[in-house]
């Protein structure tokens, strides 16, 4: 009969928690920091309006900001994609080496 798994959740250690409560308290402070600027960043609305009218202004800019996103997600599927291929091409070299092995003979090259 096999062997009965058991699931026990480790013990944190205070280290552990000390830190993920201190990094709770700088993202709440960092979310109430960016609601202040925009509720009452008036003093950002020069800045603001300068961005826009660049903007505004050069299209080619406009575009690439706006796919950036598109883009740096693009690429990093790309390498993802680049990865598994190898090593799914890697995986089945190995797989017919072990074929042909079990079967006495050898694969050219």
Known sequence: MPEEKQYVLPMPQKRGVYFFLIANVFA??????????IWYGDFFTPAAAAVWGFLARNSGWTVGAALSPLFAALVLGYGYARRAMARRAREKAEALTIA????????PG
Do not use: N, P, S
Not at 28 to 37: D, K, R, T
Not at 100 to 107: E, M, S
């Open 28 to 37: 709440f402070a960092l979310c109430g920091v960016i609601w202040a600027l």
């Open 100 to 107: 042909a092995l079990a079967r006495g003979t050898q694969l």
